[in-house]
């Protein structure tokens, strides 16, 4: 018979999660330990279709903001703890370049496919990174000010094209904030320096499969493998595979593998620098070893829809994942189980961890640490110095019995044993 083993499950720690679904709405989601199970604490907007979240990102601050891209192309400035509407952005769709007639004015049909907001720079301002379906790449500046008298075209920072043909679907950007990663249909993954908006490496098309053919790029999602370097990209392309690039090495892939019969929707690295999360259009989550192209382990619990979203807490060991199915689940990121499921209605298009709003249970454990550890030190000593006495009791009882024993004259009559009274007889 197999060998198995049990493990034992603490339950869901503590989180909160913000998701946003395909009407606009954004969803707060907690997990708190005197409440059991998550439970959706907070609801913000109005249901909407025209307002349906693209895509979203979270700056890395002490006190971050959200970035959220609707589906009319703009870009709202919101606050994460209390949902707080700060401000709001208009996209640009064309790139100004001079003498270039056929790209000067707006298309209302060119969405948002990626975002991402930097942190506070140390000039006291923020700025956030947009990217257009038809390859519009933009950095403004984000005013601090609520209602500022700034227009758009004075926002913006710089403005480029990252394709004049294919489709840009996904967008990534480094730890640093110095490289962002595009790729979509038509478009292999391509790097580029933001701050001097030049490209700095493009993937060449894998080698010819037994047929002679060549797949033509669709990438779906992508990540950087670790947070220490930019250099190696995880791709995941319409083809259900996953591939592995390495920027200073070569413009091919150095690991690729299929994953299930479906496009690969999400990707999400883990903090240890070689694992990926990766998601699909059929509902199946994994864990994959990039250095050896191994899967690790499907996730448990039974997905109906397409995965859009799989986000690694940054300090807890929980995945969460949502998508289509309008579940969010939370697992277990070593052990694989299903920790929490919670229904919110509306698909869901994607979802952040929220840092900045924490249950405020470790402050008061990080207040109560030297009481607890004094009481636990003081019990500790208790309870070594009536081990201590009691040992020195035990000692002390032998050792008067002993005395004792010797004092009535026991121990110097010696025992007579059967032969020697045989023959004294």
Request: charged letters at 25%.
């Amino acid at each position: 018979m197999p060998r198995t083993s049990q493990v034992e499950l603490t339950g869901c720690p503590p989180f909160r999660a913000l998701c946003f679904d395909n009407l606009g709405l954004i969803k707060v989601v907690e997990a708190q330990p005197d409440k059991g199970a998550p439970q959706v604490v907070a609801r913000w907007g109005h249901p909407d279709s025209q307002q349906a979240a693209v895509c979203t990102s979270l700056s890395g601050d002490t006190y971050p903001s959200l970035a959220l891209a609707r589906k009319n192309g703009r870009v709202e400035i919101i606050d994460p703890a209390s949902g707080a509407h700060r401000m709001e952005l208009g996209v640009p769709t064309k790139v100004d370049i001079p003498n270039d007639r056929s790209r000067g004015q707006e298309d209302a049909s060119d969405v948002v496919c990626g975002l991402h907001l930097f942190k506070e720079s140390s000039s006291g301002g923020k700025s956030v990174l947009t990217c257009t379906e038809k390859g519009v790449a933009a950095i403004q500046r984000v005013p601090d000010q609520i209602k500022g008298e700034a227009t758009d075209s004075e926002l913006l920072i710089a403005n480029w094209s990252i394709s004049e043909s294919g489709c840009v679907l996904c967008l990534r950007v480094d730890t640093t904030e110095q490289h962002a990663a595009f790729g979509g249909r038509g478009l292999d993954v391509n790097l580029w320096d933001v701050e001097k908006c030049s490209r700095l490496w493009t993937a060449k098309s894998p080698r010819r499969d037994n047929l002679g053919l060549i797949a033509p790029p669709y990438v779906t999602s992508l990540t950087f493998l670790s947070n220490e370097d930019h250099r190696k990209l995880v791709v995941g392309t319409g083809h259900h595979q996953v591939r592995l690039y390495d920027v200073g090495g070569q413009r091919r892939p150095v690991l690729a593998f299929n994953f299930g019969e479906s496009p690969i929707r999400a990707l999400a690295a883990d903090a240890d620098g070689y694992s990926v999360y990766v998601g699909t259009g059929a509902g199946d989550l994994a864990c994959f070893d990039m250095r050896t192209g191994q899967n690790l382990g499907a996730f448990k619990g039974k997905v109906a829809g397409s995965i859009r979203s799989v986000v690694r807490h940054p300090t807890l060991p929980i995945i969460a994942s949502c998508g289509l199915d309008r579940y969010l689940r939370i697992h277990h990121s070593k052990t694989r189980q299903l920790l929490a499921s919670v229904f919110l209605k509306q698909q869901l298009v994607s979802m952040v961890f929220d840092m900045s709003a924490l249950p405020q249970e470790p402050a008061k454990t990080d207040a109560t640490v030297p009481q607890e550890k004094s009481a636990f030190d003081d019990g500790r000593d208790d309870l070594d110095n009536s081990i201590l006495h009691k040992v020195k009791s035990s000692k002390e009882r032998k050792h008067t019995t002993f005395t004792e024993s010797k004092s009535l004259g026991v121990s110097k009559k010696p025992r007579k044993s059967k032969s020697s009274e045989l023959q004294d007889y």
